[in-house]
């Protein structure tokens, strides 16, 4: 069985991915934490997330976490359409 993030879940992976600071693979707690530092508010902000479709990241991300671990890579979660 696949499981995918929602796509605004994945529009905030993939913002994390693309940050050429990053070193090593963001995992789902990388992901977590980059929410709980203000990236859904940059994303609202850049027009790339709506408000309501933020206020659903972090109860999604908390759900992967508990289901596939903290140390997931979050990249495995990216839903292409």
Do not use: H, K, Q
Not at 13 to 36: G, H, S, Y
């Amino acid at each position: 069985m696949s499981v995918f993030a929602s796509e605004p879940l994945s529009r905030a992976i993939e913002t994390v991915l693309n940050d050429e600071n990053r070193e090593n693979p963001p995992t789902l707690a990388t992901i977590r934490e980059a929410l709980a530092s203000g990236l859904a508010a940059r994303l609202i902000g850049d027009g790339t997330l709506e408000e309501d479709e933020a206020d659903l990241l972090m109860p999604e991300i908390e759900e992967l976490i508990m289901r596939f671990g903290a140390d997931a890579l979050a990249e495995e979660f990216l839903r292409y359409e």
